[in-house]
């Protein structure tokens, strides 16, 4: 039976072989609350306790970053994406993220391709501080052919159900960016294309990096950084700046009455973003909806605030306020905000 199910595509010892190399790596990503190991049909995990206690849950992929990091033989770094993704999005509601899980759909199953990806993720777990607790990895021959892959990524947090966010966002809050690494994990059909349609891909960038290796660059995991801002109540809405950039992700983290501001001179583009738009002749209105422009993360707060929050986070940046909503758009970019 194994060697007529790897005639049809399918090859078990591999499968066995790849989750024994998975196990350390996951492993090094494990707490005191981890119940159950690797091989298990489920994994077990104690949740901490808290005086009134709410479980948040989030899933992601990484889209078709995928394709670009398998056409250049970088793949590590999507596990830290995926991971990323998940992590940012339970802190974004203001959840402590506890654990995670993967699945990998591939059409042959390689093993050091695998560890490499899985790799990746346990890097991300633990830098998010989460652990991860177990996955699966599905070979299907029929429905991925020439190599290719997926990946999807499972995570849960935890907050007290007094603490979540968004809570207490009113006019006259700030609005702070907290810089990304780069494009993240979001626009990469947009950006494939661009790549494929124009020259950008031969262009090098300013830093000395080709703009593959910039769009490349693995997501920014914020859980370490913000996680204090929101423990210390400084916090009173975050937005995760994801698929659907600024124009559809910082309106989620706002009431219905309320607009975001946004000081279009208060923070300069990265360079990657710039060639992108260049290359493509796209309109700011694109690039707004569709990127995250140079912030990952941006937050509303207190203006009484903003000194600690420099103080606990010098990359962070000013970008805007809170005002009442007129008719129109939840999101409104002006001149000269601060003045």
Not at 30 to 35: I, L, P, Q, S
Not at 95 to 108: E, I, R, W
Not at 147 to 170: I, M, S
Request: one cysteine or more; charged letters at 15%.
């Amino acid at each position: 039976m194994t060697d007529a199910y790897r005639e049809a595509g399918v090859d078990i010892t591999a499968g066995a072989a790849a989750v024994e190399r998975f196990a350390p790596l996951a492993a090094s990503t494990h707490n005191e609350h981890v119940v159950s190991k690797i091989g298990g049909f489920a994994a077990a995990y104690a949740l901490p306790e808290l005086s009134n206690p709410v479980v948040l849950a989030a899933t992601d992929g990484v889209g078709t970053k995928v394709l670009l990091a398998q056409q250049h033989h970088q793949v590590a770094g999507l596990g830290t994406d995926l991971v990323a993704m998940v992590a940012n999005d339970l802190l974004a509601d203001g959840a402590y993220p506890q654990f995670f899980l993967d699945y990998m759909a591939v059409g042959h199953l390689d093993p050091e391709l695998a560890a490499e990806l899985v790799g990746g993720i346990a890097s991300g777990c633990r830098e998010a501080g989460m652990a991860l607790i177990g996955g699966e990895t599905a070979e299907m021959p029929d429905l991925y052919q020439g190599g290719h892959f997926d990946l999807a990524g499972f995570g849960v947090g935890v907050a007290d159900r007094n603490r979540t966010l968004p809570r207490g966002v009113e006019a006259g809050d700030l609005l702070v960016g907290f810089p990304s690494t780069g494009v993240h994990a979001n626009g990469f059909s947009l950006v494939r294309h661009l790549l494929d349609t124009t020259g950008l891909a031969d262009q090098p960038l300013a830093d000395g990096r080709t703009v593959v290796a910039a769009l490349l660059t693995p997501t920014r995991i914020y859980v370490r950084s913000i996680t204090p801002l929101i423990e210390a109540g400084y916090v009173h809405g975050l937005a995760h700046i994801t698929g659907g950039g600024w124009t559809d992700n910082v309106p989620r983290m706002l009431p219905a009455t309320l607009a975001a501001e946004i000081d279009v001179g208060s923070w300069a583009w990265p360079e990657l973003f710039t060639r992108m738009q260049t290359a493509g002749e796209l309109t700011l209105d694109e690039m707004r909806r569709t990127f995250n422009l140079g912030m990952g993360m941006v937050a509303a707060l207190d203006p009484e605030h903003w000194s600690a929050i420099q103080a606990a986070c010098p990359d962070a940046v000013r970008v805007g306020k809170v005002v009442p909503r007129a008719a129109g758009q939840a999101v409104v970019w002006r001149e000269g905000v601060h003045e």
